[in-house]
């Protein structure tokens, strides 16, 4: 289960919401009963009247509030409808708050360039992937604890993986601070941590479906060396074939876990030019990657 927002007796300046319902498990609702916390979730996002905001799970709508006293719009899309309509009625008269009802995965979403929130965890992939396909600048997020330990992790450690290079290929990913979970009403079974996300500006190089294939069937044997485990991705293929195209890459000689994202994204380039040499046939690889 995950936080999302809620106005509270810590947080005095701010009118209690006019209905009060009670934390509904299905949909991961934990309410944050911490103003400073609410506070240093939204000045991470380092708003300004320029920025549109989209706003996850906005609860009763604290970090609402703070989010445009920045001066920054903001798209709050809850899929709680009675929350929802309570928002709506509140931010009646705020031309720079639009309230959304519904799943923040599903519905059609006005363009926006920042996030802002407290996501339910079982959202946290997806929402990182929006970020990424959406070209985010920045996001401000308080996301499961193990969860963020994981976008953070180094190559070579023991939490880096898979989620690991395909977010740090796209984003530059900050610990701003560890959120206990004291701090939510009711207290969820794990701590938090706020992340600050920013899209990187250089370009990367491989095609991106042909680097996602690439990194999840390599993860699949993680302390395998990077040579071996490519040759067996492709076992499926022509011995011929998978021989012409090693034998065109340049392979590290490392352990798949100890590749930085920088050095998966040299073996995909590398990968991708050997199936563009049309003297060894690979349209059928070519096939298999675009399926996914």
């Known amino acids: 289960m995950k936080p999302s927002i809620d106005s509270s007796p810590e947080s005095p300046r701010f009118s209690a919401p006019k209905n009060s319902y009670p934390p509904s498990k299905r949909l991961g609702q934990n309410f944050l009963r911490d103003h400073n916390t609410a506070r240093r979730i939204v000045a991470a996002g380092k708003l300004s009247s320029d920025d549109i905001v989209l706003e996850p799970g906005p609860g009763y709508g604290t970090l609402t509030r703070l989010i445009v006293e920045t001066g920054a719009r903001v798209l709050a899309v809850e899929k709680d409808h009675r929350l929802a309509q309570d928002l709506r009625e509140y931010f009646l008269h ?10 923040v995965l599903r519905i059609q979403i006005p363009e926006f360039n920042k996030i802002v929130g407290t996501p339910p965890y079982n959202i946290s992939s997806k929402l990182i992937i929006l970020m990424v396909n959406r070209k985010v600048d920045l996001a401000s997020v308080v996301l499961q604890k193990e969860f963020g330990q994981r976008l953070l992790a180094e190559h070579g450690s023991g939490d880096y993986g898979r989620l690991s290079v395909m977010s740090q290929r796209s984003l530059d990913i900050e610990k701003i601070a560890e959120i206990p979970r004291s701090v939510f009403q009711p207290r969820p079974k794990v701590d938090s941590v706020l992340l600050r996300l920013s899209r990187k500006k250089a370009r990367n190089e491989a095609d991106p479906k042909l680097f996602e294939w690439l990194v999840r069937e390599l993860f699949t044997q993680r302390r395998r060396l990077v040579r071996g485990a490519l040759k067996h991705s492709l ?3 022509r011995p011929e074939l998978v021989d012409a195209i090693v034998q065109r890459m340049e392979i590290p000689d490392s352990r798949v876990f100890q590749l930085s994202p ?3 994204e040299s073996l995909a380039k590398h990968f991708e030019d050997a199936l563009n040499d049309n ?6 690889i070519r096939q298999v990657i675009s399926k996914g």
Not at 279 to 284: C, T
């Open 94 to 103: 705020q031309p720079r708050v639009s309230v959304l009802d519904g799943d």
């Open 235 to 237: 076992k499926k293929f």
């Open 262 to 264: 920088a050095e998966f």
């Open 279 to 284: 003297s060894i046939g690979s349209a059928e």
